[in-house]
């Protein structure tokens, strides 16, 4: 997460980078079985359906924009590509 704050310092307009940091930090939280501040990463129930891991409620649209991040109601598991099942020889 460090390097892609780095990033967003370097080159604050780099709406990719901004976005790289959002998703860098939702990334920790899952890690730690936090919830996201985001809502950039998804994960799989037991019948494989994308769901959106949980979102902490106090983050703002506004805040969201500010990271490149779409707002929460176009983030919507649908919407995304859906990942290959893994191979189960």
Known sequence: ME???QGVELEPSNGDARW????SQ???L???GKPQRY????????SWKSVRW???PDVTNEE???WNVPPRRRQHP???PQAARPCTL
Do not use: E, F, K, V
Request: proline share 0%; net charge positive.
């Open 39 to 46: 809502g950039t990463h998804y994960t799989r129930d037991a």
């Open 20 to 23: 790289l940091a959002a998703a």
């Open 3 to 5: 390097l892609a704050l």
């Open 78 to 80: 649908a919407r995304r």
């Open 64 to 66: 969201r924009a500010h």
């Open 26 to 28: 939702d990334r920790l």
């Open 30 to 32: 899952m890690r730690d």
């Open 54 to 56: 949980t979102i902490q």
